[in-house]
């Protein structure tokens, strides 16, 4: 979420509120848009975000075919944990405009927080495909793949993890413990689901060379290690 939230904080914040200031309106449409800006900016500037939303509203109402305006609306509803708002504001983007990325983005993510599993994949898949094949988009489509149980296909997307090259840079956060987060590589940790899915499949000999794999890789990958531990306990 980290790229598509720095979109659309810029989307408004990037303007200051001196060149707000500054503007010249020339006709009544554009005085109000100045106003409902700037109230934008101080219901951000002041933490209140039914302001800033309200002033998005009062902005879509005025330009209702401006995207940049309803997804940054999207991005209030989402960052205050109203993912069904978020959800409705990008599929009425995406039905107008389907490759827009950022929009699929938070359609995706809108589902995946609403434990709508099965349309999460499915918008997950559409914009790792649109998205210039992004596999950070790919592990969370296998992620949800064996949360619900399709094995064979959270398999074969962690084998496209595994060989693309970006995969051993990209780096994700784990628990190590109770207080503590460790960096993981996205390689290391598409290894370490394919163990859990070849022990789930009853394939221990292939579970434990692919938790030993993710631990060849990250040494102290402290979930890596447990699942090993677990698997040799079983025996």
């Known amino acids: 979420m980290r790229k598509y939230k720095s979109i659309?904080?810029?989307?408004?914040?990037m303007v200051s509120?001196?060149?707000?200031?500054?503007?010249?309106?020339?006709?009544?449409?554009?005085?109000?848009?100045?106003?409902?800006?700037?109230?934008?900016?101080?219901?951000?500037?002041y933490n209140d975000v039914a302001v800033a939303k309200n002033a998005m509203y009062d902005l879509i109402a005025l330009e209702p075919m401006?995207?940049?305006?309803?997804?940054?609306?999207?991005?209030?509803?989402?960052?205050?944990?109203?993912?069904?708002?978020a959800l409705f504001i990008a599929?009425?983007?995406?039905?107008?405009?389907?490759?827009?990325?950022?929009?699929?983005?938070?359609?995706?993510?809108?589902?995946?927080?609403?434990?709508?599993?099965?349309?999460a994949i499915s918008a997950y898949e559409s914009l790792y495909?649109?998205?210039n094949n992004n596999v950070e988009h790919l592990y969370r489509v296998m992620v949800l793949q064996y949360q619900i149980g399709r094995f064979n296909e959270a398999k074969n997307n962690s084998d496209i993890i595994i060989k693309a090259p970006e995969s051993e840079e990209i780096k994700m956060q784990f628990a190590k413990n109770e207080n503590e987060n460790q960096e993981i590589s996205m390689r290391a940790a598409a290894y370490n689901i394919k163990g859990m899915i070849e022990k789930e499949q009853g394939n221990k000999i292939e579970a434990e060379k692919n938790f030993n794999m993710a631990?060849?890789?990250?040494?102290e990958f402290a979930l890596a290690k447990q699942n090993l531990e677990d698997l040799k306990n079983e025996e």
């Open 8 to 13: 659309f904080i810029v989307l408004f914040c």
């Open 17 to 45: 509120l001196t060149s707000f200031a500054q503007e010249q309106p020339k006709t009544e449409q554009e005085m109000l848009k100045k106003h409902f800006r700037m109230k934008y900016v101080f219901g951000m500037k």
């Open 66 to 85: 401006n995207d940049s305006l309803k997804l940054n609306l999207a991005y209030l509803y989402f960052d205050n944990s109203q993912f069904a708002s």
């Open 91 to 119: 599929s009425d983007i995406i039905s107008r405009n389907p490759n827009n990325v950022t929009a699929l983005y938070m359609q995706a993510a809108s589902y995946d927080n609403l434990g709508v599993k099965d349309k």
């Open 129 to 131: 495909f649109k998205d």
């Open 215 to 219: 631990l060849e890789l990250q040494p």
